[in-house]
């Protein structure tokens, strides 16, 4: 395999393995330089904080070097191909990592370039997160086995590659509480996609807060992800999945709080539990930096 473009791309082990060897590279302080000078190229379409901070440290804390490649300044798809850019990119670089605003030019740029292709985020994915996020949990909570883990409000990019790794049955159970029109748009895109993914795994369901199951991880995400438009309607629709103090007070008190970030204090996460004692969303943060040197290691 030579891309990382879904979670669905690595297998059950590879999963696990790239999990425990950030943990323990993290609890080591190995600072190893095996990419020494490798190249890697990073185009980004979208806005980035964490993902492109931590893929620059990552390969530059392996001996690597990195190069920022802007969309505007870049001719691609305006006067040359996606396949050309692909082409010639390959020819510098020894790895690309890109944000893409639809993952079918992820998919592109995957077929014409000689060097592996690692997703950092599209409008179906986000598989480099869900491997940070899982990596944050084996840490807080020693192991994935039967970890129950509950996301809150609309089926994002990120909640995408979460169902993509509890069908590789690593052990958690994954509740989805999702209002039902948003369900629906997640079907829609997946069928306009022409993906599929199987939900045998998850259960999903509305949101009723006085029967959610028991739960050690809580998980949300923007209500409106990038390019979005923001609409009162939806926002009224969502209202009752944020996650505020009143519904951490109905699951364990042992129960912890994960957001990708960047977070609305406003709708999907009150700062009262964003910046409370439940939420582990800073380590989250910096667990991007660990997983990226593994996915790096692995990929060169
Ligand atoms: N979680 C995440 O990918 O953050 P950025 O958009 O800041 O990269
Ligand atoms: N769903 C969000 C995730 C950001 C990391 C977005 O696509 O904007």
Known sequence: MKNLLNIN????????????????????????????????????????????????????????????LDKD??????????ADTAKTLSQYADIIMMRSNNHSTLENLAKHSSVPVINGLSDLSHPCQTLATLMTIKEIKGTLENINIS???????????????????????????????????YFQKLKDMNKEISLDKINLRELNLNQMDPTDVIYTDTWFSMGDIEDSTKIEMLSKYTVNQDLMSKVNSDCIFLHCLPANRSQEVSGEVIDGPQSYVWQEAQNRLHVQKELLLKFL
């Not at 600072?31 to 806005?47: R, V």
């Open 9 to 68: 791309d690595l297998s059950k082990d590879e999963i696990l393995k790239i999990i425990n060897a950030a943990i323990d590279s993290k609890k080591n302080k190995k600072h190893s330089i095996q990419a020494k000078d490798k190249t890697l190229a990073m185009i980004f379409e979208k806005s980035s904080t964490r993902t492109r901070i931590s893929f620059e440290l990552a390969i530059k804390q392996l001996g690597g070097l990195s190069i920022m």
């Open 73 to 82: 300044h870049l001719h691609l798809g305006k006067r040359e191909t996606l």
């Open 151 to 185: 996301w809150f409000g609309p089926i994002s990019n990120v909640a995408h590659s979460l169902i993509d790794a509890a069908n590789k049955n690593l052990g958690f159970n994954l509740n989805i509480y999702c209002p039902k029109y948003y369900q629906d748009v």
